[in-house]
């Protein structure tokens, strides 16, 4: 999921063509003060050129303690956005808000109500503590963010290289995201030309669990493809497991082996997560899930 600052049309306007899965069109943190009504208006136009069919676009839209997130909104709805990302979420409160303001604008805007989504950007110890109320609260709601930046600064933790004041919270954000059955996503890796520190980061929050990685540049596009997109030895491993068990099953066996390994039907799941996201990355081109 790719940050783009809404503010400079110039970096907007042709973003689609590097390929990333998701763009986050900004209008919070990304935009002067100053500049929020023309980003605002940039966004709308941006949304309606036509030039990110096919391409997810969320808008992230200023806090709710501003007095710009309504008509963010608004602009974000009339342009027929894919959903939301609500910054700074602490309580279900925060994310009812938004969502009554969302109805409201697709009343107006005629798009199908309930059509617009919104992600929770999770940037503070509160919102970690409460991160699966925030998961559960609408079906709306698509998945769970983490926010690095606020995250740190209010816990009073130093970003190390390791990242270490950064698992609990992610470990928190996984947990809350699979109990609610919605996706969660990591935050950013500020140093853009740090691929060493993007990679181990990212390969760690991918076997925490996670579905995605926020970015900031076309640069960091792919090594987090990469990552995430399971390797040709995961993806024989995950159709021999498939075929296996559906042998097993109709002759009534529950636990079998594959290539040494004891198997039962709890890591079926697993399997077909592992064909669906290389289907998804273009690195399978078969049908058996």
């Known amino acids: 999921m790719m940050f783009l ?4 049309a110039g970096l907007v306007k042709d973003a689609f063509v ?3 899965d998701s763009i986050i069109l900004d209008l919070e943190d990304a935009v002067a003060e100053n500049q929020k009504d023309s980003a605002r208006f940039s966004l709308f136009h941006t949304l309606k050129s036509g030039l ?11 806090g709710t303690d501003t007095r710009y997130w309504r008509e963010d909104i608004r602009a974000a709805v009339a342009g027929n956005c894919d959903g939301i990302r609500v910054p700074k979420c602490e309580t279900a409160s925060d994310i009812h808000l938004v969502e009554d303001e969302i109805a409201k604008a697709e009343t107006e805007f005629g798009i199908a109500p309930g059509s617009t989504l919104i992600m929770a950007a999770i940037e503070s110890p509160r919102g970690v503590i409460n991160a699966l109320e925030l998961a559960s609260c609408t079906p709306r709601l698509m998945g769970i963010a983490l926010g690095a930046g606020d995250y740190i600064r209010t816990l009073h933790a130093k970003m ?14 996984v947990l809350a995201a699979r109990a609610a059955d919605v996706m969660c996503f990591d935050a950013v890796h500020t140093d853009i030309d740090d691929e060493e520190g993007l990679v181990r980061q990212t390969t760690l929050i991918r076997n925490m669990g996670f579905d995605g990685k926020s970015i900031i540049s076309p640069k960091q596009i792919a090594a987090v493809h990469r990552i995430f997109t399971p390797e040709q ?9 498939i075929s296996t068990y559906m042998d097993n099953k109709r002759t009534g066996v529950g636990v079998f082996t594959v290539d040494g390994q004891m198997v039962d ?15 998804a990355s273009g690195a399978y081109k078969g049908d058996m899930e």
């Open 265 to 279: 039907v709890a890591m079926l799941e697993g399997a077909q997560r592992t064909l669906r996201l290389a289907k």
């Open 160 to 173: 190390t290289e390791g990242a270490e004041a950064m698992l609990l919270a992610r470990a928190q954000i």
């Open 233 to 241: 030895a995961e993806i024989v491993k995950a159709e021999r497991l």
């Open 18 to 20: 590097y390929g990333a």
């Open 52 to 62: 990110y069919d096919g391409t997810e676009c969320f808008v992230r839209i200023n």
């Open 5 to 8: 600052n809404t503010q400079r």
